[in-house]
């Protein structure tokens, strides 16, 4: 099969530019990172599918201040290895996708 040359003319070629513009546009304001917001929201979701209640009721579970939670999940203090496994086993969540949730890692690419 021989190639084909396609000629494009610059009416195809501007609206093709903008739709790639928007898209660059759109990637480069979503960061590769959960915001401070995003983590807060994931946590309280995941709380709210499991039952726990309260911040209290979820260091009940791990054994972590409720205050030092609060600092892991609005990105004010980073966890220390020794929490990372208690709070993934109460929130059932893995540790990846734990410290995905704590803005640690970057999200996955779908």
């Known amino acids: 099969m ?15 530019s903008s739709v790639l513009e928007m898209r660059r546009v759109s990637v480069l304001k979503r960061s590769s990172r959960y915001s401070a917001e995003e983590s807060f929201d994931w946590l309280y979701a995941k709380m709210n599918l ?17 205050g030092t939670l609060s ?21 059932q969540v893995s540790v990846e996708t734990l410290l995905r949730a704590l803005g640690a890692l970057d999200r996955k690419r779908v």
């Open 2 to 16: 021989a190639a084909q040359t396609v000629y494009l003319t610059r009416s195809m070629v501007e609206p093709m």
């Open 71 to 91: 600092r892991y999940f609005r990105q004010e203090r980073r966890p220390s290895i020794d929490v990372v496994a208690p709070l993934s086993t109460a929130l």
């Open 50 to 66: 499991l039952g726990i209640g309260t911040l209290d009721d979820l260091a009940e579970l791990t054994g972590i201040d409720k």
